[in-house]
């Protein structure tokens, strides 16, 4: 069973940041479409950030110029720097890998924002 592992969450102040971090097996992530995505409390699942194998990315108006995704090929690895964190971002984030043949999730990590 394909596993996406996500990890960096955690507690964190208003204005403060993070970094979420998500591995995933190479035979996925070198032609996957790696994405972020968010789950509040009583909300449907969102995207907040998606980023292609050739780097280009796409992000939510919610968290433009806060929040920037990148990828290492080397290690398989796709990241969410989370800068200027406000309350409305604490949710379960998600990492999702979108192949042409099929579709990943990760098993989610807690971010909460608060003072």
């Known amino acids: 069973q394909v596993q996406l592992v996500e990890s960096g969450g955690g507690l964190v102040q208003p204005g403060g940041s993070l970094r979420l971090s998500c591995a995933a097996p190479r035979s996925i992530f070198s032609i996957a479409v790696m994405g972020w995505y968010r789950q509040a409390p009583g909300k449907q699942r969102e995207l907040v950030a998606r980023i292609t194998s050739a780097g280009n990315t796409n992000y939510a108006d919610s968290v433009k110029g806060r929040f920037s995704i990148s990828r290492d090929n080397t290690k398989n690895t796709v990241y969410l720097q989370m800068n200027g964190l406000k309350t409305e971002d604490t949710a379960v984030y998600y990492c999702?890998?979108?192949?042409?043949?099929?579709?990943?999730w990760g098993k989610g990590t807690l971010v909460t924002v608060s003072s």
């Open positions: 999702n890998g979108d192949t042409p043949f099929d579709n990943y």
